[in-house]
């Protein structure tokens, strides 16, 4: 019976037999392989994953079938499932070693990266010492300490934008006293109350000094406003960042309402469109003639913002209403430019005549504090304007500015 038992057991084996391969009178007439033996005889039919399991995974034995390992010998089917848990464990240590090494290069790359950025800082550090003795030279003593702290705290030289101790808000605009477009900006700062140094560009014509070409690498061209060493360029960007960044300094210069705002940045895209391409011939252009024309273009634009200034207005004294508004500082950087133009190509743009609501406008304008400290006069930008001609070869306006005294 215990051999018919045994061959039985052969022909189909069954996993939940594996503890039991022979009744107790048969092993003791036949005793069972030993585990070398089994493991040996069946090695073919394994992978070596498999051979080395009896020297190296006994422990897999109780944890996958429990119970103790000793007196049984693994069916195939156990084999074959100590062999996937085996390869199992194996793929996982390699998973975790690969991630190890993965972890290291990437530590060594933070480290690479760190390296690089110290020795960039130091190199900005030593640029920064070399611009500012470079301004030095190119700016009156007066402007020397601004712009050492502007080239200290600068994140475009310096790496970094951090607000200097003991200063909660840095400001310092960069311009040219002519220029309508840095006008706007001081306008702006002036009218909100913001303190805020001034440093003036002295080289336009020779050259533009280092703080400029770092702060405004794309146009370099003023103004540029800085604000804790982060530079704001163009204009119209400027006066609006002042109006965002400073919320609480009155006067608002952009209204509440989307559509009065929008309506607002209209009519200034309109001056920096119409009205600018239109002036710009009046100031630079060659000859007489071509002066006058260009100033009867200006003269339609112009009649074109008087209907806009009583739509916007609504009867009130600004573009803004009660208060001055986005367009007053934009077209308010062009009033001394437009007093000028008769004395430069004989038109009178800003004439009660033809356009009073403007005319008006514009000496309220520039009587308010904060604009009239800082806008140039009709006489010093005249001689301002035959300086240019002169260097740029173009030939004097005509008729002279004695016969507009």
Sequence with gaps: MAAVHRRNLAASPDPGDAVSLAPVSAVARSPAPTVGQEVESEGAELDPVGQDLEKEGRHWIRRIFGGPYEGRVPLPLERRRLAESAAAYAESASVSALSEAAFTTRASAEADRAAAAAEMAAAAAATAAANTESARAAYPSSTVKSLAAIYQWSPLLAGRSTTPVGMEEELTLVGYWSSPFVLRARFALNLKGLPYAYVEEVGLFDGKSPLLLASNPVHKRVPVLIHNGKPVPESQLIVQYLDEAFPASSPRLLPRNPHERAVARFWASYVDGELLSAWLPVYGG???????????????????????????????????GDTVGLVDVVLGGFVGWLHTSEAMCGVRLLDAAATPLLAAWAERFRALDGVKEVIPDAQRLLEYNLMRRARLGLPPTSPPPSQHQ
């Design 286 to 320: 060659r000859t007489g003639e071509e002066r006058a024309e260009a100033a009867g273009r200006v003269g339609a634009a112009l009649e074109t913002l008087e209907r806009a200034f009583g739509e916007c207005s609504k009867g009130k004294g600004f573009f803004g």
